[in-house]
């Protein structure tokens, strides 16, 4: 049992690490590591029971694989069915087969070497997913394919925690005489249990707790969900965290999705820390000492290998030379599950525990030289590897009467109905990524920065009757809307600004054609609420064109004093007052 003091100091090693390690921009799961370092038996010695410590934060992974569950709706898996199901298992497999077969060459018995190429191949989905978003490269197409072996890796995790007792040598002479049908029956026995109680009895009682309004105890009831199908799938000999996973797949498309994994969100990121620093404390640090050189070895070849395997398999699939090297850096190091199945392995007695520790810690190291190495394959690429970048794409002659700026949310609208109407145009947009995003879904979109003058006498806008102008960010919308009036101006202007503050320094440079973002929509909704409360639709309309014309005339008026806050914040009051007393009338007149 974890004592107040033991707590305490799990606490504050999990603060003081993980705050250090983000401020370094770095992953939170190599900060507890860290600590469990610092703090274990080969650093600081301050805490003894790690296997106590261990024992608790299991419930971790049993919560982790309880949410992927929760994640893994049908809709979702259909749609990356080619990356999960492509990918992924050709990732697993060959990467299993290469490094179990180094393993069986050194010596270690073919069922071991199998455990061990398994576990080797399997990468971190929160440290990879983790840095790549920090990195922006998540909507890549490296990024999408390194989510998606990820996420086939969580789910090839399941069977490997069902069959692993069976490798057990404990367990040889009962699966020779036909005991794994037995095991089966089991797994069969629970799925059935979790589906049918969870259509029958789950999902009604979730709804009877829902309606209670009681915050804590729809928590209470999310917990024991957990809880008793993990203990379910125990009580049948199979892992409970298969059992919490079936749980988490049964409600993916239930109603209690979101708020189950907000409110179990906490416990499992605190779990899983604690199951970190407990992984961090029992590494055996005297290895370094004593076998220095095996373990830089067994780490280096795993990397390698897994750099090599998926570089090539990605660049079979079709990807160019740069996105597969970038999907090969992203997915080199270990994960967290290959500390679980060889911890597992090692009680079950697949292999020796001096194995196990020396994976464990091998692991360790390429969690920790994994972010390092993606960040030294990107400055590399950058400077010496990467093509001279291009200012802007080519564009080809079309005399378009219509440029879009900014092909976000806005732009790609406005684009779909001219496509419909059979109308061209001409797209630009300044992000990369982004341009080869919304190209795979067959859209004709150039990239380059639109405030760039080359770039828009490239994009014709001195033949072009429009300009849409629908770029995010405000200065840049700015800059371009300036040099369009300047040196284009036959060229009408329609501009998307993101406030008050933005329109009005369009307006500073010429624009008249403004509409806010959100302002049409609240307009919109403004409207319906009206009718909602009874109001006629034809009043209710005309309510909102009066506010519209009102707002309007208001944001001219301001624009005049805008340098002057006095006046403007009088201009404001004054405004509110007229507002309501056009209002009052109309209720007067009605009345």
């Known amino acids: 049992?974890?004592?107040?003091?033991?707590?305490?100091?799990?606490?504050?090693?999990?603060?003081?690490?993980?705050?250090?390690?983000?401020?370094?921009?770095l992953s939170s799961i190599l900060g507890y590591l860290v600590a469990g370092l610092v703090i274990g038996p080969w650093g600081l010695n301050l805490i003894g029971d790690v296997g106590g410590i261990l024992q608790v934060s299991e419930f971790g992974i049993v919560l982790l694989l309880f949410i992927i569950g929760l994640e893994l709706q049908p809709t979702r898996l259909w749609v990356m069915r080619r990356i999960v199901f492509g990918y992924g298992p050709a990732q697993v497999a060959l990467c299993s087969l290469l490094l179990g077969a180094g393993a069986w060459a050194l010596g270690v018995p073919p069922i071991a070497s199998a455990v061990i190429g398994f576990g080797l191949?399997?990468?971190?989905?929160?440290?990879?997913l983790q840095v790549l978003a920090e990195r922006g490269q998540l909507k890549t197409q490296y990024g999408r394919g390194a989510f998606g072996i990820l996420l086939f890796q969580d789910l090839a995790v399941l069977p490997a925690l069902a069959l692993l007792p069976m490798l057990a040598p404990s367990s040889a002479t009962h699966a020779a005489s036909g005991s794994w049908w037995i095991t089966l029956l089991k797994l069969l026995a629970v799925i059935v249990a979790v589906i049918g109680g969870g259509r029958?009895?789950?999902?009604?009682a979730l709804r009877v707790v829902a309606r209670a309004q009681v915050s804590e105890v729809f928590t209470a009831a999310a917990l024991l969900t957990v809880i008793a199908t993990a203990l379910l799938a125990n009580l049948a000999g199979l892992s409970m965290a298969l059992g919490a996973f079936l749980a988490g797949v049964l409600l993916a498309d239930s109603e209690f999705r979101h708020e189950l994994e907000a409110d179990l969100e906490p416990f499992k990121g605190l779990l899983l820390g604690l199951f970190f620093i407990a992984v961090g404390m029992s590494a055996n640090l005297g290895l370094l000492e004593s076998e220095p050189l095996t373990l830089l070895a067994?780490?280096?070849?795993?990397?390698?290998?897994?750099?090599?395997?998926?570089t090539a398999l990605a660049r079979l699939a079709g990807l160019r030379g740069d996105s597969a090297r970038r999907l090969g850096f992203a997915l080199p190091a270990g994960g967290e599950f290959a500390f679980v199945l060889f911890t597992l392995a090692a009680r079950d007695g697949v292999f020796g525990r001096a194995t196990s520790d020396l994976l464990i810690l091998a692991v360790t190291l390429s969690m920790i030289l994994g972010p390092l190495l993606l960040i030294a394959h990107e400055a590399i690429q950058n400077r010496w590897l990467a093509p001279p970048p291009q200012p802007y794409d080519a564009i080809e002659e079309h005399d378009n009467l219509v440029i879009i700026a900014g092909f976000g949310r806005v732009g790609q609208i406005v684009a779909?109905?001219?496509?419909v109407k059979g109308i061209p145009f001409t797209a630009l947009d300044n992000s990369q990524t982004h341009v080869d995003f919304v190209r795979r879904f067959g859209n004709k979109v150039y990239y380059g920065d639109a405030s760039r003058l080359e770039l828009l006498r490239a994009a014709g806008a001195d033949r072009a009757r429009i300009l849409v102008l629908a770029i995010d960010d405000a200065d840049a919308s700015t800059r371009t809307a300036a040099l369009a009036r300047e040196y284009?101006?036959?060229?009408?202007i329609y501009a998307r600004a993101r406030n008050r503050q933005h329109a009005f320094a369009l307006m500073d440079v010429g624009v008249?054609?403004?509409?806010?973002d959100t302002y049409a929509s609240s307009l919109e909704i403004a409207a319906w609420v009206l009718e909602g409360l009874g109001e006629a639709p034809a009043t209710a309309r005309e309510a909102v064109r009066k506010f519209r014309q009102h707002d309007e005339a208001t944001l001219a008026a301001q624009y005049q004093v805008k340098e002057d806050e006095t006046k403007f914040l009088a201009t404001t009051r004054e405004s509110a007052a007229q507002l309501e007393k056009l209002f009052e009338s109309d209720r007067s007149r009605s009345g």
């Open 1 to 25: 049992m974890i004592s107040l003091a033991q707590t305490a100091i799990l606490l504050a090693a999990a603060v003081v690490a993980v705050s250090l390690f983000r401020f370094a921009r």
């Open 121 to 128: 191949s399997l990468s971190s989905t929160p440290l990879v």
């Open 200 to 204: 029958l009895l789950l999902r009604p």
């Open 298 to 310: 067994l780490t280096a070849a795993f990397l390698a290998v897994k750099i090599v395997a998926v």
């Open 416 to 419: 779909r109905i001219l496509r």
């Open 488 to 492: 284009f101006p036959r060229l009408k």
């Open 512 to 516: 008249t054609e403004i509409v806010r």
